[in-house]
């Protein structure tokens, strides 16, 4: 069943910035606080990228090529997943994914960036930055 949802996703000049999000559904949702998330990206001919994580405590996770300038954020009483992206290069064009984690009854801990440890993904939505 489908357990992630993006939207956001634009063209946007290099320099500027966008807001990406993802709507939790199913056991994503009834168990929010027991996921891990995260964002990962690709670009066409390029290797799947992890680009965000956050557990269920908030700690997060990032990528070399996007810290400092991309925040991941969630709401746990909304159950949504925020990646907020400043300062846009061309090379952070591509499709965009939301992706949920089970971490058991406690919670899930540390955030991560290890895309085979998430079990649910979304379809995408395409960030296009031009320069």
């Known amino acids: 069943q489908v357990q992630v949802v993006e939207s956001g996703g634009d063209s946007v000049q290099a320099g500027g910035s966008l807001t990406l999000s993802c709507a939790a559904s199913g056991n994503t949702y009834t168990y929010y606080s027991n996921y891990c998330m995260g964002w990962f990206r690709q670009a066409p001919g390029k290797e799947r990228e992890g680009v965000a994580g956050?557990?269920?405590?908030?700690?997060?996770l990032y990528s070399d090529s996007v810290k400092g300038r991309f925040t991941i954020s969630r709401d746990n009483a909304r159950h949504m997943l925020d990646l907020r992206m400043n300062s846009l290069k061309p090379d952070d064009s591509g499709t965009y994914y939301c992706a949920s984690r089970w971490g058991g009854t406690s919670g899930c801990r540390p955030a991560t960036v290890w895309d085979r440890l998430y079990g649910y993904w979304g379809q995408g939505t395409q960030v296009t930055v031009s320069s």
């Open positions: 956050i557990d269920s405590v908030g700690n997060t």
